[in-house]
């Protein structure tokens, strides 16, 4: 019997620690079970981090080169088969924002940008590669239209018409 003792001890150490697993196996499929984690990234085959969803996320990667984020952001962040952030929906630590953007391949440019703020409403911006630009905005306090040539000087703008009928 005394031989025995220390193999029914590992016997049993085995049955609990199965069962222990079992349960926690069972768990993970559990509908109301939650996920809670920094960050997640999703890489493709060759092992590029196409997907990054995180609080914060990485620094952004631009024609190769890892640079720095105006300020720290969380959100989700898409990029492109070679590493280069192509775009994202974030929520930006300094100043309060939201901001969906599209950035160009090769040239890691924003083509497309919404920023909202509490304290300055919405923009959105559509810009080219060659610098033209529209921007629609509420940033001072009333709608404004503004096109911008590929210089950066604005060409044309038009304020608010002041119809007097609230948007309903």
Do not use: C
């Amino acid at each position: 019997m005394k031989g025995h003792l220390p193999s029914t001890l590992l016997s049993l150490t085995a049955i609990a620690l199965s069962l222990t697993a079992l349960v926690q196996l069972h768990r993970a499929d559990a509908p109301d079970r939650v996920l809670e984690v920094r960050g997640l990234r999703v890489k493709d085959a060759a092992g590029v981090t196409r997907v990054e969803i995180g609080a914060p996320v990485q620094d952004p990667m631009v024609l190769g080169e890892r640079g720095p984020r105006a300020a720290p952001a969380s959100g989700v962040v898409l990029n492109g088969p070679d590493g280069n952030e192509r775009g994202g929906y974030l929520t930006v630590d300094a100043g309060d924002e939201a901001v969906l953007t599209l950035d160009a391949a090769g040239t890691g440019q924003e083509v497309f940008k919404v920023v909202a703020n509490k304290d300055a409403g919405a923009s959105l911006f559509v810009i080219h590669q060659n610098g033209a630009a529209a921007m629609l905005t509420t940033y001072q306090g009333q709608p404004e239209l503004r096109l911008y040539d590929e210089n950066g000087t604005q060409t044309w703008s038009q304020p608010a018409a002041g119809s007097g009928e609230p948007l309903r």
